[in-house]
């Protein structure tokens, strides 16, 4: 099967074109104030790789969480295009995704989640071993000591968060990947979400924390 896949969960948009096991092309996309190229990167990456929308079987799209921004542009473009090749689209968790490549065992992938805090997501051999949550850095140690054995991370945190450098033996510096992304649909359960797909943001966003009566200048609810 050829898949499109893309996570832009964070400034460092992935996309991959992958048929079964084997990446045909793949491209990072530096998405910090360009975020409309994401569409010119696809089709550019899909012209490297000689395939059209026709030959597609399936889009497949990281669903966060990370930013809100990209995870909209993400899902919207992911269901565009979906729409357009009339053809089924995949989410998977980003953190999955992430977590996926940091081989066998207990893998933490963990993102910056911005204002101080980080997102996580504990997986043992692929296997979601404790919820999604996102929580300030200083907490991530006495939450992976709950799970009572040795753990190895992936993500980005560490170079945004100091806190984290009691774990910097055990950390691989990365970015969600389109590839494993893509990997992770295969292997699941394949439910098309292309009317009903919607972001993992697990937290609530900032304009909802400052405009919780969803007008703007609005006073917090008492």
Partial sequence: MKVLALDTATLTASIALVEDARVLAGATHDSAGRK????????????????????LDAIAIGAGPGSFTGLRIGMATAKGIAFAAKRPLWAVSTLAALASEGGAGLVIGVLDARRGEVFAGCYRDGVLAAPERVLPPAELAAWIAT????????????????ELSPFADRWQHATPSAAAVARLALAGARVDVVTTGSPAYIRMAEAELKYPDGIPGALRKR
């Fill in 36 to 55: 409309a190229d994401l569409l010119v990167v696809i089709d550019e990456l899909c012209r490297e790789a000689g395939v059209a929308p026709t030959e």
């Fill in 147 to 162: 799970l009572g054995e040795p753990a190895r991370f992936v993500g980005d945190a560490l170079a945004v968060h100091p």
